[in-house]
């Protein structure tokens, strides 16, 4: 085996626990391509997730979205439900900032603003500062995951938050090597591969309750 590599296969799952974090970490240095969806649920783009000297690169590659001046915040959970998005909760805070105090949330984006085309269309890139693709908790990655949440063009009548009208789930994943024998039976469906792919944030016991693993074919 040459170095540097790290073998999975038929390994004690305590090993493969104990390897999970370091495994994140490697693997959260390559970027991560997010899908958008709209309020419909339908997909209109993505964004590409990489790390930044000082923070996250985001670049956004987006369609169908209503022309005019949008924000972009990183929320708290790794969740899209449609049609309101309000289960992505609020802006990633790992500090507990708000709004109303000195301190912006770390999922806010300084000084920006994401503004649609008249084809709906947008593509553009920007530094997320305050957040990061590590193991820390500004990681993007923390506690299951964040998301990537765009607002529609805020209307300066009104006192009540844009609505959300686009969403995108961040969360990282790793492939995890294991004997046919640990496939999932027929009360789990899984097409029955040698290797599955398992959410970082789930032991490396995978699959476990309320987390199917996907097939990597």
Do not use: W, Y
Not at 95 to 113: Q, T, W
Not at 189 to 196: D, F, H, N
């Amino acid at each position: 085996m040459k170095p540097g590599k790290v073998a999975f296969g038929l390994v004690a799952a305590s090993s493969l626990i104990s390897l999970a974090p370091s495994i994140a970490l490697a693997a959260a240095v390559k970027p991560v391509v997010v899908e958008i969806k709209n309020a419909q649920g339908e997909n209109i783009g993505t964004a590409t997730l990489s790390e930044a000297a000082h923070g996250v690169r985001i670049k956004l590659d987006i369609k169908k979205l209503p022309p005019g001046e949008h924000s972009l915040h990183i929320h708290q959970v790794a969740k899209c439900e449609v049609p309101d998005f309000k289960s992505a909760g609020p802006h990633f805070s790992p500090m507990g900032h708000e709004h109303d105090s000195n301190m912006a949330p770390a999922g806010d984006i300084p000084n920006f603003s994401l503004f649609v085309s008249k084809e709906g269309t947008a593509n553009v890139t920007v530094v997320a500062p305050n957040v990061t693709m590590g193991s820390d908790d500004h990681s993007v990655f923390s506690n299951g995951g964040t998301a990537i949440v765009i607002h529609a063009v805020n209307d300066p009548s009104s006192t009540a938050a844009p609505a959300r009208i686009a969403c995108g789930v961040i969360q990282l994943e790793f492939f995890v090597t294991r004997p046919r024998r640990s496939c999932p039976t027929a009360t789990r469906p899984l097409l029955c591969t040698t290797q599955v792919i398992c959410p970082v944030t789930v032991s490396a016991t995978c699959p476990a309750p309320g987390r199917p693993c996907r097939s990597s074919a």
